[in-house]
Each structure stands twice: as structure tokens, then as C-alpha cells.
């Protein structure tokens, strides 16, 4: 990477970060989002404590719903106030653009999941999440990747279409099929009572997740920001 | 050339045609029935040539797409289109199928712990996707650009869809391409293998059918609007009647009515 790259890569999440922090629009939702899927999982699962695979289930679940809400946002307001024209006007090309946006939704999968970890381990799980903190935080991370590159595309599909908000979860949830049942399984057994081991051919599939869909926005990102 | 064309296509549908009905003549007078299932395996010889048809054109499609992308020649992505909605097409008869073997073999209409059916119902819904997205684009361009990057993205994700979910889930489904090929005897793998050939160019018939209509229609609307534009710049006050208006002829704004 380019230090020109690096820098327009920079400057573009920080303007994502920045927008986010003044209208306070995407974030606040998806948090509010997860808490109450929460209380309707609680509900619903007629359950005060979840384990295992049903709890590994209701987190995938609530993270990928409440991601719904960053990625239909990501191109709204660059499409609406000419954002993305000024910024290719600027000389910044197609993949730099969806890079950012994939990274600044990182970020905010990032800071979806600092409030919904410990508001799930406190309100619905049943197993205490210390001892296997770091293996979680390591699918996180993969997960992370994954939904925020495949979302960046859906995101910039759906500018394209006149559709736009309806097209990202119709659009995102058969992709992430793959990704689900990666995360799901490998938390399983994390967030059992008696905590098993992290398989290591979740992570695989999650990493191989997550180098396609890289592989495949790098190709096509160019075609997908307007000239 | 449009002659040589329909006679090609002519030629290919009587192949097909032949193909099929040999095909379905193996089916129901060659194959041995099976011995646990009885006469229902007998779908076998169309739900898996389809799956396997349907799954190669959704990859085609993906390819054509990078093609368009690459080219920006528009017949890719007429192409790809459809490769997608035969695909799709063919989607549908391998749910339904599916469904129905299902149902006869282990008396369910459908089983989570069926790794390939289960793959194929998530590419359906997703390829399902295609057609909103498609058409809530106005710009051609646009439009064909966007078409091409989901089917890039969805003919990746093909794959990876079937080792998750195979990854997750037990084996109940016959593995009929595996090495032991599900164990089927010399008859019934030859017969898989002609059917397999029949839905296979019956795919490809209706795909050149489709581009020919679609080719067709598109020449049509472009002789229509040229007739147009010519009827409008004939008419009284339209630019052609303008531009001869200066000699002062009444008679030059009439005759191109026809």
C-alpha cells in the first residue's frame, strides 16, 4: 500500500468517524437495536439465561441484525449530499472508496459490539464470558471482517438501486449464511457451562470467508462508485 | 445472418428434443429401480442434473459478469442476465424435486440436516435478490454494471456457501459425484449421465432462445423509435418540415408518413 493510499484511506475514515460523531445517526440505532433484541430474545426464548449453541445463535443473530443498521447507512449521506462525487473528483478511486467504508464499518461493528458483549454476558448468558474472552474476541474479529467487507458491497449496491435500504438485508442475509454458521459454531462451545475448546476449522472457514469477499471487493469496487 | 441463426437454433432444439426423450426413455425402461427407494428415485435423474445445470450456469453467470466488467460489451451482460433467470428457473425445480424426494425418502419435506438442499435454497434466495436489484436501476449502464458485480459476488460465494454448510451439517444426502459415486450400478450411472447431458443443452437451447428473443425485442424497439423520430421530424412543425420550410414547397412535409 501506497503512502498516498494509506493517507486518502485515512482521511476517508476519519471523515466517516467524524460524520457518525456529529449526527449521531447509524450508531445510537444498532445499539439500541442490540439491547432490545435482547429483551425480545428473552421473551420470545421464554429463557432468563441462554447456553450453548441457542445463546451462540441469539448473539450471531443480534450482531448481524444490528449491522444491518451501519450498512444501509454507509453510502446515504455520501449519495445524498455529493459526498462521493467530491471525493472522486479529488482523484480518489472506486476501491480506495468501498476500503474505507468497509473499514469505518469495522469500527463500528467494533463499537456495536463494546456495549453488546457485556450487556448479553450480563442480561442473557448464562456461562461467565472471562475465561474465553479471547478466543470470542479472535472470532469477533474474523466475523468483523467479513460482515463489513460483504456489507461495504451491499451498501454500494444498494446506492446504485433505487431500492437502497430494502436491497442491503435481503441482500446481506443469504451472503452471510457462511459467515453465521462459522461464528455460531465456533462460539458453541465458548459460551457453554462447561467451556470447550475453539475449533480451529471455524476460524478457518471464517478466514476463508473473509479473503474471498476481500478478494472479490477488490475486483469489483471500481465498478461500483460512479465516475 | 438472422436465418442462419434461426436454423442453427432450430437445429440445437431438435437436438435437445431427441436428447430428452432419450434421456426420459432410459429413465422409465433402462434404469433399474432402486431397491430401498422403489420407483421415486426416479427423480433422481432430474434433481441433480438440474442442481448440477442450475449451479454451473449461477458460476457461468459470474464469469460473464467479469467479462462485461472487463469488456463493457452489453451482450455479456445479456448473457449472464440469462444465465441467471434460467438458473433461477431451474433453482425452483430442484427445491421442488427436492422436496418431494425428500419427502419420499425419509418423510419430510424438508430436513435442516440435508447439507445440499439446505446450500441450494440459500443461493436460490440469494440469486432471488437479483431481479429487485436489477430492475430498481434506470440507467442501462448502470444497471448492467451493478448486475455484473452481484453476479461476481454471488458466483463466489456459491462455494464457499456449499463447504459451510456441508461443514455444519451430517451427511443424509447420497453424495452422487463422490468417488464411490453414491454406488450406482453401471445402468443407472449411464442413465444419470444422459440425463444429465438433456438438461444440460436443454439449458443452453432455452438460454440462445432467450438472447434471440431478448436480441429481437431490442431490435424491434429501436426500429420503432427510428420510425418514430422519422414520423415526428416529417410531421408539420418538426425539424425536418422546418429545415424545408425555406423553398416554401407545401408538399415537402408529406410523404414520409408510411
Known amino acids: 500500500m501506497t503512502a498516498r493510499l494509506r493517507d486518502q484511506l485515512r482521511a476517508l475514515v476519519a471523515k466517516d468517524v467524524r460524520l457518525e460523531l456529529r449526527s449521531a445517526e447509524a450508531l445510537p440505532a444498532a445499539l439500541l437495536f442490540a439491547l432490545s433484541a435482547i429483551v425480545v430474545i428473552h421473551f420470545a426464548f421464554q429463557r432468563d439465561t441462554l447456553a450453548g449453541p441457542l445463546a451462540a445463535g441469539a448473539f450471531w443473530v443480534t450482531l448481524l441484525f444490528a449491522a444491518f443498521l451501519p450498512v444501509t447507512r454507509a453510502f446515504v449521506v455520501d449519495s445524498e449530499q455529493g459526498g462521493i462525487d467530491a471525493v472522486r473528483l479529488a482523484g ?16 463500528a461493528l467494533v463499537a456495536v459490539e463494546t456495549v453488546l458483549v457485556p450487556a448479553f454476558a450480563l442480561l442473557l448468558l448464562g456461562p461467565s464470558l472471562w475465561p474465553v474472552l479471547v478466543p470470542l474476541l479472535a472470532v469477533l474479529a474474523l466475523a468483523n471482517v467479513g460482515i463489513a467487507v460483504v456489507g461495504a458491497v451491499a451498501a454500494a449496491l444498494a446506492a446504485l438501486s ?5 436491497i442491503v438485508p435481503i441482500l446481506m442475509l443469504p451472503l452471510s449464511v457462511p459467515l453465521v454458521i462459522g461464528a455460531a459454531e465456533a462460539t458453541a462451545p465458548l459460551f457453554s457451562q462447561t467451556p470447550g475448546d475453539l475449533e480451529l476449522r471455524w476460524l478457518l472457514l471464517l478466514g476463508l470467508y473473509d479473503v474471498l469477499f476481500v478478494a472479490v471487493a477488490v475486483g469489483v469496487a471500481d465498478h461500483l462508485i460512479d465516475e | 445472418m438472422t436465418a442462419l441463426r434461426s436454423n442453427r437454433l432450430a437445429l440445437l432444439a431438435a437436438a435437445t428434443a431427441c436428447l430428452l426423450a432419450l434421456a426420459l426413455a432410459l429413465v422409465f425402461f433402462y434404469a433399474p429401480l432402486d431397491a430401498d427407494q422403489g420407483f421415486v428415485q426416479k427423480i433422481f435423474y432430474v434433481h441433480v442434473p438440474s442442481a448440477i445445470v442450475a449451479l454451473g450456469g449461477f458460476v457461468a453467470a459470474g464469469v460473464m459478469g467479469a467479462l ?23 433453482g425452483c425445480v430442484v427445491l421442488a424435486t427436492g422436496s418431494i424426494w425428500a419427502r419420499a425418502s ?23 435478490v437479483y431481479y429487485p436489484l436489477r430492475y430498481s436501476i434506470d440507467d442501462r449502464e448502470r444497471q448492467a454494471r451493478a448486475a455484473s458485480v452481484f453476479a461476481i459476488t454471488a458466483g463466489a460465494f456459491v462455494p464457499v456457501n456449499f463447504i459451510a454448510v456441508r461443514l455444519a451439517e451430517s451427511f443424509t444426502h447420497p453424495r452422487v459425484l463422490s468417488q464411490t459415486g453414491g454406488n450406482m450400478p453401471g445402468e443407472m450411472r449411464l442413465t444419470f ?31 420503432r423509435r427510428a420510425l418514430e423520430s422519422a414520423h415526428v421530424g416529417a410531421l408539420p412543425g418538426g425539424p425536418r418540415a422546418r429545415r424545408s420550410q425555406a423553398p416554401s414547397t407545401p408538399a415537402a412535409s408529406t410523404g414520409a408518413g408510411g
Open chain 2, 106 to 128: 425419509w418423510g419430510h419435506w424438508w430436513l435442516w440436516d440435508e447439507p445440499v438442499l439446505v446450500s441450494f435454497l440459500v443461493i436460490f434466495l440469494l440469486y432471488c
Open chain 1, 162 to 166: 433505487r431500492l437502497r435500504e430494502l
Open chain 2, 68 to 90: 462485461y466488467l472487463r469488456s463493457g460489451n452489453p451482450r455479456w451482460d445479456l448473457r449472464s442476465y440469462v444465465a441467471i433467470h434460467l438458473s433461477v428457473i431451474f
Open chain 1, 92 to 107: 480518489v478511486d472506486g476501491t480506495t472508496v468501498v476500503a474505507a467504508k468497509a473499514a469505518s464499518l469495522v469500527l
Open chain 2, 193 to 223: 449421465l444422459v440425463a444429465l447431458a438433456a438438461v444440460a443443452l436443454l439449458y443452453v437451447t432455452l438460454c440462445r432462445l432467450e438472447i434471440a428473443a431478448k436480441t429481437l425485442s431490442a431490435q424491434l424497439s429501436e426500429l
